[in-house]
């Protein structure tokens, strides 16, 4: 199934981006999309994924813009297309999730752990990620299964969307209930926090670096880390 996957992968990157890469024959590539598909599912949830791919394609370009207008050493669209983790591991991440809403087993989250390897960023495809959404070098990013992020969100590397705790049934097998953060709209999220539970982030609010955040923020919040302690310098070799 992986190599039926990357192949998806590579057909979805050229059919969404003909204007940076280049596409001979989209008619063809569609086809062929459509037939990895169905060899992944069946015909009626390969012409149901066709059917969401203008709609994959448009949020993909939504994406592109967020990150060129939100780095200033972007010089151009091709670079982002080419060149940032954030486009590679959200082009697995859409295609994914549109996979898991069509109840397709297995192949959602493979596409994903790919582009976990390659890139370091961990998207769970039951994420639902809004339109124009960021991530600022990416490596070691984490957003879990039951994550909800609004439009023109942006987060930096190291951020963890996770769950705090678990709830078991009788057997003692957790369960699948909603666990994870939800980040309201243009919500920024600085390196190396960790955002645990159902909490919700309010629009518009900011979140500095290396914070603990375990309780719901209002909009228009902004957090941050308590000060650094600052001590005398060491003598005579002493350590903390």
């Known amino acids: 199934m992986e190599e ?5 992968i590579a057909l979805m990157r050229r059919t969404v981006f003909p204007e940076y890469l280049g596409q001979e024959d989209r008619a063809l590539d569609l086809m062929r999309i459509r037939n990895v598909v169905r060899n992944i599912s069946d015909d ?15 949020l993909l370009h939504t994406d592109v813009e967020a990150i060129a207008e939100n780095d200033p050493a972007v010089e151009d669209r091709t670079e982002v297309v080419l060149c940032y983790p954030s486009i590679r591991v959200m082009l697995h991440y859409r295609t994914a ?9 297995v192949a959602p989250r493979l596409l994903t752990e790919m582009a976990h ?3 370091g960023i961990d998207i769970h495809p039951g994420a639902q990620i809004g339109e124009y959404f960021a991530i600022d070098h990416g490596t070691g990013v984490v957003i ?4 909800i992020i609004g439009n023109h969100v942006m987060l930096y590397q190291g951020v963890t969307l996770g769950a705090k705790n678990f709830k078991y049934d009788s057997d ?5 209930l909603p666990r994870h953060p939800v980040l309201e709209d243009n919500v920024t ?23 603990w955040l375990t309780h719901d923020v209002p909009p228009r919040s902004r957090i941050l880390q308590s000060r650094a302690t600052e001590q005398p310098l060491f003598a005579d070799g002493a350590g903390i």
């Open 4 to 8: 039926l996957l990357t192949r998806l």
């Open 44 to 58: 009626k949830k390969a012409d149901a994924f066709m059917e969401r791919i203008p709609e994959i394609s448009r």
């Open 97 to 105: 999730h549109e996979l898991l809403l069509l109840e397709i087993p």
């Open 117 to 119: 390897s390659a890139t």
């Open 144 to 147: 879990g299964a039951t994550s």
């Open 172 to 176: 003692g097998r957790p369960i699948d």
């Open 189 to 211: 999220v600085y390196a190396n926090t960790t955002i645990l539970g159902r909490v919700t982030i309010g629009h518009d609010t900011v979140v500095g670096g290396n914070v």
